[in-house]
């Protein structure tokens, strides 16, 4: 169990240098641009279903796990949500977050999507963008963020 620790611990600090040389180069915004048509296109569907219990409504509880700039809550989401929590392993891009958020009920923090430290059954809703294939075991993430989600 201890090994398994140390390659993820080591796996995280891996990822997180990685981005913080992406937020660097100007990658943060390039990639943001990259995902929003297709990320713009899954919120309009959940608003179409929200009569079916499946959208983002007004009192949603999100969290966006490898959040990287914020985009998602920051510009597509804040208006339509209660709170929103932004996590991403690297510093560099929740400083670009951070910094770009005006609105009290939208917070970012550094930390590593596989070991939160976060309130389980907070969220209505967990968003991942472009991140999930970044963990080292993709299923034991899914798993922790299944426990943060309210029923």
């Given at each position: 169990?201890?090994?398994e620790?140390?390659?993820?611990?080591?796996?995280?600090?891996?990822?997180?240098?990685?981005?913080?040389?992406?937020?660097?180069?100007?990658?943060?915004?390039?990639?943001?641009?990259?995902?929003?048509?297709?990320?713009?296109?899954?919120?309009?569907?959940?608003?179409?279903l929200?009569?079916?219990?499946?959208?983002?409504?007004?009192?949603?509880?999100?969290?966006?796990?490898?959040?990287?700039i914020?985009?998602?809550?920051?510009?597509?989401?804040?208006?339509?949500?209660?709170?929103?929590?932004?996590?991403?392993?690297?510093?560099?891009?929740?400083?670009i977050?951070?910094?770009?958020?005006?609105?009290?009920?939208?917070?970012?923090?550094?930390?590593?999507?596989?070991?939160?430290?976060?309130?389980?059954?907070?969220?209505?809703?967990?968003?991942?963008?472009?991140?999930l294939?970044?963990?080292?075991?993709?299923?034991?993430?899914?798993?922790?963020?299944?426990?943060?989600?309210?029923?």
């Amino acid at each position: 169990m201890a090994h398994e620790k140390t390659i993820r611990s080591n796996h995280s600090r891996d990822v997180a240098t990685e981005f913080d040389q992406w937020v660097q180069a100007g990658r943060g915004d390039k990639m943001a641009a990259g995902h929003r048509f297709a990320t713009q296109q899954l919120v309009d569907i959940l608003a179409i279903l929200r009569g079916r219990g499946s959208a983002i409504v007004p009192d949603a509880t999100v969290l966006d796990a490898g959040c990287g700039i914020g985009w998602v809550l920051n510009d597509l989401l804040s208006s339509r949500i209660a709170l929103g929590v932004g996590i991403d392993l690297s510093a560099e891009m929740i400083a670009i977050a951070s910094s770009r958020c005006q609105l009290p009920h939208i917070s970012f923090t550094t930390a590593d999507s596989t070991q939160l430290s976060l309130e389980t059954n907070k969220f209505s809703h967990i968003i991942s963008v472009e991140s999930l294939y970044y963990t080292p075991q993709p299923l034991a993430t899914l798993k922790e963020w299944l426990s943060l989600k309210a029923d």
